[in-house]
């Protein structure tokens, strides 16, 4: 049996299940075959190289407090 006919086999078998507990069980066992995605390998390089730079900056202490920021913008608030 090929792969896809394997597959087809098991959506039919899967299409015939209702215990929610062996459905469980199955979509564990097959989620612990499919590589986890980790979003930093989902996001651009420009995304990737500003979230670095902010880092960088918060490592030489170019930070600023929540009031700091939330004063900058409280006129925003104010319409």
Known sequence: MNAIELKTDLHRLIENI???NVLEAVRVLLASQVPATDWWDEISEEERAEIEEGLSQADRGETKTT???LSKYKQWDSK
């Open 18 to 20: 209702d215990d929610v």
């Open 67 to 69: 009031e700091e920021v």
